[in-house]
């Protein structure tokens, strides 16, 4: 056998076992989220939250609302977050310096009037050319800045919120009514906490009238549906997993829920960053694990937030090459964490893992596939190689998704007709054959990208949910 021939089989061999060590890793965090979520649902069934809040001592929330060229949805999507259920909250609108009619519409429609605001900003931000009440919604707040971008146009409604929590959404995230109280609970049992995440999920499909979701389905649509089952994957078994061993890297910048003080000590958002909402978890537990080693950054398995997934191959390989140069960005930057006793597990297993599966996997996958198929037209591979390869590249996704379809079933049960099970289960064994390897294109792209240098943001165009029916 020639010397390429030697170096393609142990290549070969290298791919099988990083599939392999990817498979046991999730077969154990199956495991741990499947017990996690089992204690999240019983302590939630019986726990009226409401009537908790009002009696506790409930933390004020400034939910923050980053809008660029919103005009279409703004208003409703406004009146939506409006009926929120939460004792005290503040909604604060940051108009990123639209070019189109966003902010004449949040002023039309909700009677702004511009108000004296003091310059005593404590996180840097683009200027703020003025601030908004509404006199008939005492809780609307509304900003009016410069074009930053979201990280910027995030931070300048920290500078305005005046409570102790802030959540962050997306304008066109559409979150469940008692999200709020949900997603507090964490800060008001342990005080150690500093930041929550929540579980997002699909709304393509799901009917949707003035900004809630009246009825859940699934999108015609095969990308879409895809993305749903990819969505429970992620949620419910990997942030869920890391959760119990305090690893959460990511908060989804769709809905994501902070202590106001701990972001305004790290300086808020890293303006320009690919991976805002990466970047920020990361640089929270390094600042205050330092100070107190018990410092939390929790996640809640609730689905208490919806979005709209792309439907086209052009959006969505946007949206991957742009996580992946994010994901690459935030390990780069805060590569001092890896291998670093001083953070506990997530220095020794989460981010390696990060390290080995989201920046490296992509290229290991892709070349894995090309070798792979080079040595088959060869005939270099046995037939129980060949097999062993299959099952453990191709099955092991199927059964990880059935799983997740499974679970989510147990818990949540959000897909109320047989129907919609029977299309996911469906969709969990045919993503694994096209729609995983062009993911895995996708990401392997966004690794060339970042490296040669091709980093700057493009447009995500969505089509809107405002009337959408399944």
């Known amino acids: 056998m020639s010397e390429f021939l030697k170096i393609l089989m142990i290549f070969n061999y290298l791919v099988l076992f ?7 890793i999730y077969i154990i965090l199956n495991i741990v989220s499947f017990f996690k979520i089992l204690s999240y649902k019983n302590k939630i069934e019986f726990a009226d939250l409401e009537r908790i809040f009002k009696l506790k001592n409930y933390k004020p929330i400034s939910v923050i609302v980053p809008a660029y060229n919103e005009g279409n949805n703004i208003v409703e999507n406004v009146k939506s977050l409006l009926q929120l259920i939460y004792p005290q909250f503040q909604l604060v609108v940051v108009n990123d310096g639209s070019k189109d009619d966003t902010l004449k519409k949040l002023i039309d429609n909700f009677s702004l009037k511009q108000i004296s605001f003091p310059d005593l900003y404590k996180i840097k931000s683009e200027k703020i050319n003025a601030v908004y009440k509404s006199k008939d919604i005492h809780n609307l707040t509304v900003v009016d800045k410069v074009n930053g971008g979201k ?7 920290i500078n305005v919120a005046k409570y102790p929590l802030i959540t962050v959404i997306d304008a066109d995230s559409i979150l469940e009514r008692d999200c709020l109280l949900k997603i507090a609970q964490p800060f008001i049992e342990n005080e150690s906490v500093i930041a929550v995440g929540g579980t997002i999920r699909i709304a393509n499909g799901c009917e949707v009238k003035k900004g809630h979701i009246i009825s859940v389905g699934l999108s015609s649509n095969w990308l879409a549906r895809f993305q749903v089952v990819e969505y429970l994957r992620a949620f419910l078994f990997g942030r869920t997993g890391f959760d119990v061993i305090n690893g959460i890297l990511i908060i989804s910048g769709a809905f994501s829920c902070f202590k106001r003080d701990a972001v ?10 690919i991976g805002e909402d990466m970047e920020i978890v990361m640089r929270l537990h390094k600042h205050f694990r330092k100070i107190n080693p018990d410092t939390k950054i929790t996640f809640i398995p609730d689905p208490i937030c919806w979005t709209e997934a792309p439907e086209s191959l052009k959006i969505l390989m946007r949206q991957r090459t742009r996580w992946q140069k994010g994901t690459i960005e935030c390990l780069l930057i805060h590569k001092d964490i890896l291998f670093n006793h001083d953070y506990g597990l997530m220095g020794l297993i989460v981010v390696p893992y990060y390290l080995i599966y989201e920046f490296l996997g992509p290229v290991i996958e892709f070349l894995g596939y090309i070798f792979f198929i080079v040595s088959l037209l060869l005939g270099i591979l046995s037939t129980e190689f060949t ?49 995983r390897q062009l993911t895995t294109w996708w990401r392997f792209k966004g690794t060339i990208e970042f490296y040669i240098g091709k980093r700057q943001w493009e447009s995500m165009e969505k089509k809107g949910l405002s009337s959408q029916k399944s």
């Open 18 to 24: 990083y599939f392999l060590t990817l498979i046991t």
């Open 387 to 435: 097999i062993a390869f299959l099952a453990v590249a191709i099955l092991y996704g199927i059964v990880l998704s059935i799983l997740s379809v499974i679970l989510e079933e147990l818990s949540f049960k959000k897909y109320p007709k047989i129907s919609h099970l029977l299309t996911l289960f469906l969709t969990a064994v045919v993503e694994n054959f096209g729609y």
């Open 151 to 157: 990280a910027d146009a995030i931070n300048a409604g």
């Open 264 to 273: 305004v000590e790290i300086g808020g958002y890293k303006r320009g960053s």
